[in-house]
């Protein structure tokens, strides 16, 4: 099952303006991780936030959590057509045996239009 | 530094058939996992392998298994393929855990699996 829902479920946008996803899960989590995939090929990993993190920046990309609400917002400002994809959040379900387990979301398919 | 890189990148079995799918993480990194990915299901998690020992494992049957090298290198195979078993397989590679929690898991190209 998904640990997370993801909203929208699409989106389209022009080319420059923001782009805004939301991402909500059920369980407590030690750390979030945001993905990009390209037309069914591999996962990019874009950036990872921390539970005891509120907010981290990377290059165009703002990413927030708020554990309080079990919710992360990804924000690409400026966006280019490059930037259509499937954006992913994904969630580490827990420590069993420090083994890493990613949960994902369903995916926000965002789509620039030029 | 080369990335995770799985072969073969596209498979076609008949149903019945056998598959094994290898995946080469980025060197350094220990940690080995796998998803299946799917229109209908999305991505789920197989199974986790660190120090060739399997650590965690998703809800699949057992005809889904894997097994790690000693030099990380992993590989999944699937028995007696069924037709919903069709599917993108991605691998993903970490380091260790750290301390403070998880570390980032970097995937390759996956394997885009067809069952006939």
């Known amino acids: 099952s998904q640990q997370g829902e993801e909203d929208p479920q699409a989106l389209s946008i022009q080319e420059g303006e923001n782009a805004t996803m939301n991402c909500s899960y059920k369980?407590?989590?030690?750390?979030l991780q945001w993905y990009r995939q390209n037309s069914g090929r591999g996962l990019v990993h874009l950036i990872l936030?921390?539970?005891?993190?509120r907010e981290k920046h990377s290059g165009r990309l703002r990413v927030t959590l708020d554990t309080s609400k079990k919710s992360s917002s990804l924000l690409i400002t400026a966006s280019r057509a490059a930037d259509t994809a499937s954006y992913f959040c994904?969630?580490?379900?827990?420590?069993?045996?420090?083994?890493?387990?990613?949960?994902f979301g369903q995916g926000t398919r965002l789509t620039i239009n030029p | 530094k080369a990335g995770v890189t799985q072969t073969p990148r596209y498979l076609i079995k008949t149903r019945g058939q056998q598959v094994t799918l290898s995946c080469s993480p980025i060197?350094?990194?220990?940690?080995v996992s796998w998803y299946q990915q799917t229109p209908g299901q999305g991505l789920q998690f197989l199974f986790e392998?660190?120090?060739?020992?399997?650590?965690n494992k998703g809800n699949f049957p057992g005809r889904f298994s894997g097994r790690q090298f000693s030099n990380s290198r992993s590989e999944m195979n699937v028995s007696t393929l069924e037709l919903g078993d069709s599917a993108l397989y991605l691998c993903?590679?970490?380091?260790?855990?750290?301390?403070?929690?998880?570390?980032?898991?970097?995937f390759g190209q996956g394997t885009r699996l067809t069952v006939v």
């Open positions: 392998y660190f120090s060739e020992t399997q650590r």
């Open positions: 993903a590679s970490s380091k260790t855990r750290d301390p403070a929690g998880l570390t980032e898991a970097f």
């Open positions: 936030i921390r539970s005891n993190e």
């Open positions: 060197s350094g990194h220990r940690s």
């Open positions: 994904a969630t580490d379900a827990g420590w069993i045996q420090g083994a890493q387990k990613l949960v």
């Open positions: 369980t407590s989590i030690n750390n």
